[in-house]
């Protein structure tokens, strides 16, 4: 199982954890939400619980609880940047359907 992340992606966060002043990384999950079923969530880690998966991304980690991985498993996530907006964008080749607003999504 394996989780990756964009250059852009790993920069942005890097920027994020330093301006927070310290996290070892973060975790990303997912959670019952929404009008499809599931959305994504994203934290930062200042002490990674013993059942995470770690994915070392070299200046942090990318932490990812067991229960999600298998929903997240073979996703690259993105930071994207169109117009005035820019967030993370989740490839996830699992889903089978998302919400009009793309918000949740289903696998």
Known sequence: MA???TR???????KQIQSRGS???IR?????AGCSGLS?????VDQPDDTDELFDQG???LYVDPKSLV????????FVKEGLN???EFKNPNVKNECGCGESFHV
């Open 28 to 32: 990303i999950g997912v959670k019952t």
């Open 71 to 78: 929903y997240l498993d073979g996703t690259e996530l993105d």
């Open 3 to 5: 989780i990756s992340m």
């Open 59 to 61: 200046d942090f980690g």
């Open 40 to 44: 994504y969530i994203l934290e930062f």
């Open 23 to 25: 996290a070892v990384g």
């Open 8 to 14: 852009v992606a790993k920069d942005h966060i890097i």
């Open 86 to 88: 820019e967030g993370f």
